[in-house]
């Protein structure tokens, strides 16, 4: 196990409706990343948050958004859900700016309806 | 839980039999690389890493192995158990974009008792 922890396992929504996805990050680790997997794909970087700033972001459109705690938990909010949007969800934690090896929660099961 | 390898290569391997999972990866500008497995239902597991200042890199079990000329890495599990079934992906880290990763699309290995 990582240390890594995420909130909460499943959840179901219907499309136009909101979500918050929460992530712990290892005890250390001021980095947190997301990522949406998609079944059958690999992880796809969406935005990655350090010391409480937007440390870069992916292809994604802005109604992803995010935040990271003075703890360095994170949310990753998403508005006007889409049926595209179901997907896993992966926080990763790592410490700093640089090129780290990061760990993964066990990710959120997000399906839109 | 779900698979996360519906459409991924498959290597089908014999226990105890050695296992090479080979990833290309795209950016000349990467320098830094990790393996991950995946198993079903659950997030990224940390395997092993490897800098481009190197070539080779053991672990237990396992050796990645780096070819820059030809933007090649490569995964070798040695002994391979029931438990290394699992889909495995390479994700690299462009220097430029710190830590942002990038992954491969995966491969699925099957042990075989």
């Known amino acids: 196990e990582t240390g890594v922890t995420q909130s909460p396992t499943h959840l179901i929504k219907t499309r136009g409706q909101q979500v918050t996805l929460r992530c712990s990050s290892q005890?250390?680790?001021?980095?947190v990343s997301w990522y949406q997997q998609a079944l059958g794909q690999g992880p796809q970087f969406i935005f990655q948050y350090y010391r409480e700033e937007e440390n870069g972001r992916g292809n994604f459109p802005p109604r992803f958004s995010g935040l990271q705690f003075p703890n360095y938990s994170s949310e990753l909010n998403v508005n006007a859900l889409e049926l595209d949007d179901s997907a896993l969800y992966l926080c990763?934690?790592?410490?700093?700016?640089?090129?780290?090896?990061?760990?993964f929660g066990p990710g959120t099961r997000l399906t839109v309806t | 839980g779900e698979s996360v390898g519906l459409h991924l290569p498959t290597l089908s391997v014999q226990e105890g039999d050695n296992s090479i999972i080979n990833c290309a990866y795209s950016?000349?500008?990467?320098?830094?690389f990790i393996w991950y497995k995946q198993e079903s239902g659950k997030g990224p597991q940390f395997i092993i890493d490897i800098r481009s200042n190197m070539d080779k890199r053991q672990g237990q079990r396992v050796t990645v192995l780096l070819n820059k000329t030809v933007k090649h890495l490569s995964l070798q599990i040695a002994a391979t158990q029931p438990g290394d079934s699992a889909v495995y992906f390479c994700?690299?880290?462009?220097?430029?974009?710190?830590?942002?990763?990038?992954f491969g699309s995966g491969t699925k290995l099957n042990v075989k008792p």
């Open positions: 950016n000349s500008a990467s320098d830094y």
């Open positions: 005890s250390g680790h001021n980095t």
């Open positions: 994700a690299e880290n462009p220097q430029y974009n710190f830590n942002k990763f990038y």
């Open positions: 990763a934690s790592s410490y700093g700016q640089g090129s780290y090896e990061q760990y």
